[in-house]
């Protein structure tokens, strides 16, 4: 079965620290991909980046970083020089990638990132 | 940027009645999901939607709920006789055939009074 922890519930820092949300995950598929998604206090689900289970390349984008290491099973998150704009849920999530398959997401419980001015 | 839509962004309802939550999926769009957020927990897969069937279920939905798509372009979630638990965020999400990206809405708090 999948799963992803989460275990940070809450993180709050002042603006312009960097932050790093950790992300653990468990699946027996080979290929996978695993995401981010962030949920401001407006409650939509906003997709922030997917990774191939494949490609362990780290990405930044912008202030946004992703460490994706297959050997712990860890994709962390990494926001440089907060900003109070990045006060949101952040939730990472796992799905399988066969061929045909519905390919759902299996969430974990969040983080809550408060940003201080 | 195209969008999923979601509508009621609210509603309530007594408990034992049926609601159905709507959703508009993005066009191009072929594969289509319901997941729920109880307050302060995790999103929770629901069902996956494909060629006009379900394609995967969870064990949250049980004989209660069904999902439809009616016509081209609406994607609607039934539950049939509400209870209080069935209180959470509902959302709609939907993605192309060549991308495991889901685009979610914005979701329908549903409350069960």
């Known amino acids: 079965a999948q799963k992803v922890t989460q275990a940070q519930t809450e993180i709050s820092v002042v603006e312009k620290e960097d932050v790093t949300l950790d992300c653990v995950y468990e699946t027996r598929d080979t290929t996978y991909y695993l995401f981010w998604y962030k949920q401001p206090p407006s409650g939509e689900l906003v997709f922030l980046i997917r990774r191939n289970s494949f490609d362990e390349q780290n990405e930044i984008s912008g202030r946004y970083s992703w460490n994706f290491q297959k050997s712990t099973s860890s994709f962390n998150f990494t926001i440089t020089a907060s900003q109070v704009v990045d006060s949101a849920v952040y939730f990472c999530a796992l799905s399988e990638a066969r061929q045909g398959g519905s390919e759902k997401l299996v969430f974990g419980k969040g983080t809550k990132l408060t940003v201080n001015p | 940027e195209p969008e999923v839509t979601q509508t009621p962004s609210h509603q309530v309802t007594q408990m034992g009645q049926e609601v159905i939550l709507r959703c508009v999926p993005i066009?191009?769009?072929?594969?289509f999901y319901w997941y729920r957020q109880i307050l302060g927990q995790k999103v929770e897969f629901l069902v996956s939607f494909y060629n006009n069937e379900i394609s995967e279920k969870s064990e949250i939905f049980d004989d209660q709920f069904s999902v439809e798509r009616p016509d081209g372009s609406n994607f609607t979630l039934k539950i049939r006789s509400t209870k209080l638990e069935d209180s959470a965020m509902y959302f709609c999400?939907?993605?192309?055939?060549?991308?495991?990206?889901?685009?979610f809405g914005s979701g329908t708090q549903l409350s069960v009074l």
């Open positions: 999400a939907s993605r192309t055939m060549r991308t495991a990206k889901l685009f």
């Open positions: 066009s191009n769009h072929l594969y």
